[in-house]
T-cell receptor, first 110, second 113 residues
Framework: DAKTTQPPSMDCAEGRAANLPCNHS???????VYWYRQIHSQGPQYIIH???NNETNEMASLIITEDRKSSTLILPHATLRDTAVYYC???????????FGAGTRLTVKP | GAGVSQSPSNKVTEKGKDVELRCDPI?????LYWYRQSLGQGLEFLIY????????KSGLPSDRFSAERTGGSVSTLTIQRTQQEDSAVYLC???????????FGPGTRLTVL
């Protein structure tokens, strides 16, 4: 799987958009970008995934650059409950393993 | 319920004892995964089941670990002769297929004394 690079921490004001970047410059053509988050003392939570087109669901939007070497997860209106560690993972569609890196610790502040 | 459930939520055992951890995946999900997470660490893949195919056991750390999935639904992870280094949170996840997002259960916190 391609390696990903994320900032270790970010802050965001409550009600504002949180934009979490991820670099994956070695991504290959058949690898997808997945985002998960883990709130303290809970299991990981799937957020969204995509290949090359931007994706949106009820939780977030995923913007993937045209060259696919980076992406941004957008939480449009962050709440205090969105405080968590966010993980960007790049893997092949049929790869059953999934390894989390260090992620970005997002703190939403009132 | 609608999500992945796991039992027990907490398990304290003595070194050398066997333990069984249970996972009930989301109904209709054909793929099921076991991971473990030690304190402050990332996820460690253990095993993967997909339908009736042979499971991928490549992540099991030793032959003391085994897992089965009966009827394509409920799964049990068994650890024999537990060791202190087995202490971790054991997480189960399921998905429609290996390509889809994985939905995790709340985990079982295992403590081996």
């Amino acid at each position: 799987d391609a390696k990903t690079t994320q900032p270790p921490s970010m802050d965001c004001a409550e009600g504002r958009a949180a934009n979490l970047p991820c670099n994956h410059s070695t991504i290959s053509g058949n690898e997808y970008v997945y985002w998960y988050r883990q709130i303290h003392s809970q299991g990981p939570q799937y957020i969204i995934h995509g290949l090359k087109n931007n994706e949106t669901n009820e939780m977030a939007s995923l913007i993937i650059t045209e060259d696919r070497k980076s992406s941004t997860l957008i939480l449009p209106h962050a709440t205090l409950r969105d405080t968590a560690v966010y993980y960007c993972i790049v893997r092949g569609h049929n790869n059953n393993d999934m390894r989390f890196g260090a992620g970005t610790r997002l703190t939403v502040k009132p | 319920g609608a999500g992945v459930s796991q039992s027990p939520s907490n398990k304290v055992t003595e070194k050398g004892k066997d333990v069984e951890l249970r996972c009930d995946p989301i109904s209709g999900h054909t793929a099921l995964y076991w991971y473990r997470q030690s304190l402050g660490q990332g996820l460690e893949f253990l095993i993967y089941f997909q339908g009736n195919s042979a499971p991928d056991k490549s992540g099991l750390p030793s032959d003391r670990f085994s897992a089965e999935r009966t009827g394509g639904s409920v799964s049990t992870l068994t650890i024999q002769r537990t060791q202190q280094e087995d202490s971790a949170v054991y997480l189960c996840a399921s998905s429609f297929s290996v390509a889809d997002g994985r939905f995790f259960g709340p985990g079982t916190r295992l403590t081996v004394l």
